[in-house]
């Protein structure tokens, strides 16, 4: 069930980034995050009033604190690399780190996957490197540094999976608002600061929202199938995000698939199924 949760997680997590992308062509990129900020906060709030979970302790509040902060140190270091390189280059060194790091905490605090799961673990690093265009020639040069910046957005993302993993199943879905009240009002201070004002977006602002309140579904399935299963394999799962976003842009904006990218969903497929028998 844990891995069928993980897919779940992964499909909407991908179409939550494709609403994403879709909104930040038609309106100011720090409006967008606010909009989705909100949304998911007001979602969160829905979820836990539904649930009925109680408040959790110090040491739950301190991992929700804390995936918040990664979120907003992934978010904008991600964004701002894709502005200063080639997304060719950026985006698959985020999504492969973002996975690497929750398998290399798993396995150092003692999960140990079978090994038909750990190679399906490689396979699904490959396969995620594939879809994100990683064998694409770069239309741009990429600096050192903001390949870094690459490297921090992954391993800022694969931290945000840890902390969430780290939270207890008491604390129920209270992790997801914590960690949005946490960057809620950073992202406000960043409209203020840089004057980005408030003013309406129209269906940018909806697909803004759908994206926000998608993201919430995504780590509902992503804290269940975390506290079912092993961080080590629900998490690389998690990470092959990328795909139901490159099919929707595929059926939806008519952008055509490169063969790699279909090897990549090919072997997406197979590291799927040897990571659920390995499980």
Known sequence: MAIVLALISAVVYGTSDYCGGRAARGAPLLLVVLVTQVASASVS???ISASGDRFPGASDVAWSVGAGFMSIIAVSSFYFALAQGAMTVIAPITAVVSAVVPVAVGIATGERPAPVALVGVVVALVAVALIS????RAERVTPPRIVGLAVVAGAGFGLLFVFLDRTSDAS???PLLIGQLTTLPIVVLAVIVTGAGVRAVGRAGLLAAAAGALAVL???SY???TREG???LVAVITSMY???TVVLATVLDHE???RPQVLGLGLAVTALGMVAVGA
């Open 172 to 174: 129920g879905f209270w």
């Open 133 to 136: 265009g990683a064998t694409r």
């Open 218 to 220: 995504a780590n509902v």
């Open 256 to 258: 055509r698939l490169s």
């Open 230 to 232: 092993l961080l080590s």
């Open 45 to 47: 709030l829905i979820v």
């Open 242 to 244: 990328p795909a139901s």
């Open 223 to 225: 804290l269940v199938a």
